[in-house]
Structures are given as structure tokens and as C-alpha cells.
């Protein structure tokens, strides 16, 4: 009886994880960007480069140290990958933006990550007037649908919603 309980309120929760996650709404702002286009966001200058799935995604310039993103059996990433810079004067921490990716009108958690200046370990804030690598990444099953964009969200006003949203096309669009 208490394996049954255990399994009904994990399966809730599982659920509502799952129904919660996947509606983010702009408010103020909300701009699409085609393939390939560079974009700014709170200061914060996107140029789009790279498109495609891997395996792991690692910083170009590792050294003997470095946090990177692992390979799961059956699963890849899929990628934008470019060149971020910031344009204030002050640091920007990379949990100010929120990011998911759709897939045929099905949104999905996706993520920003940053790299340092040299380029060799992923970081949490990128400094002023600094210019790094970025990298738009989501989950994707091996062979299955690329997303047809990613949605970036930020300046959060609380209860899933945001002042901005960009919505940037991939070249599965």
C-alpha cells in the first residue's frame, strides 16, 4: 500500500513538473529573429554562428579542468552556438535569462551557457564589456525533430512572466 502512494504522489509530481515548465509568457517585448541574425537583448549583443547536434558540448579552449555538458544514451544536443557580448558596464549573470525551445508548437526547457573569456570552462556571468561564446542548448533524441526555435526570456516580473522574449528560428524553421 505505501509502494502505491509513493508511486501516485511521484507520478503527481512528475506531471505537474512537466505541465508547470512549459508555459513562459512575455510581456512587454517580443521579437523574432531569422536565422542567423544578430540579436540584443539587456545590453547583451547576440551573433549567431554554429547550428547542430553533438554529443557533448565542451568550451572550445579546454584545459586540464573544465565543466562541460555529458553524452546520455540515446539522446544528443542541439545547438546554437556563437559570440556574446556585454555591453554594460557591469556584470550580467546568465540566471537572468530563461530559455525553452519548440518543436512543432511543443515547448521544451532549453538553456544558455556562457563560456569564459579564453574560452576554456563554462561560467555563470559574463563581465563588462566582455565578449564570449554562447551556446543555445536542448535535448533532442537521436534522429528525432530538431527544435524550430529557441524562446529567450528576461527581466522576470515573477509568476512565469518576463518583460522580454526573443524568439530566435533555427535553420530547421
Given at each position: 500500500m505505501l509502494r502505491f502512494k509513493l508511486s501516485s504522489v511521484l507520478l503527481a509530481l512528475m506531471l505537474s513538473i512537466v505541465l508547470s515548465g512549459c508555459s513562459k509568457t512575455a510581456g512587454d517585448t517580443?521579437?523574432?529573429?531569422?536565422?542567423?541574425?544578430t540579436f540584443t537583448m539587456d545590453q547583451m549583443s547576440f551573433t549567431p554562428?554554429?547550428?547542430?547536434?553533438?554529443?557533448?558540448?565542451a568550451p572550445d579552449s579546454r584545459v586540464q579542468y573544465y565543466n562541460y555538458y555529458p553524452e546520455y544514451d540515446g539522446y544528443e544536443y542541439y545547438f546554437v552556438k556563437g559570440t556574446l557580448k556585454n555591453e554594460e558596464d557591469?556584470?550580467?549573470?546568465?540566471?537572468?535569462?530563461?530559455?525553452?525551445?519548440e518543436t512543432s508548437g511543443k515547448r521544451a526547457d532549453a538553456k544558455l551557457i556562457v563560456t569564459n573569456?579564453?574560452?576554456?570552462?563554462?561560467?555563470k556571468g559574463i563581465e563588462a564589456h566582455a565578449e564570449v561564446d554562447f551556446f543555445l542548448i536542448t535535448f533532442v533524441e537521436k534522429g528525432g525533430d530538431k527544435p524550430d526555435s529557441f524562446r529567450i526570456?528576461?527581466?522576470?516580473?515573477?509568476?512565469?512572466?518576463?518583460e522580454n522574449e526573443i524568439q530566435y528560428r533555427t535553420e530547421s524553421e
Open positions: 517580443i521579437e523574432t529573429v531569422e536565422n542567423g541574425q554562428e554554429e547550428e547542430g547536434s553533438a554529443a557533448i558540448i557591469q556584470k550580467k549573470e546568465i540566471s537572468s535569462y530563461y530559455v525553452e525551445s573569456e579564453d574560452k576554456s570552462d563554462f561560467v526570456f528576461s527581466g522576470s516580473k515573477g509568476d512565469d512572466t518576463w
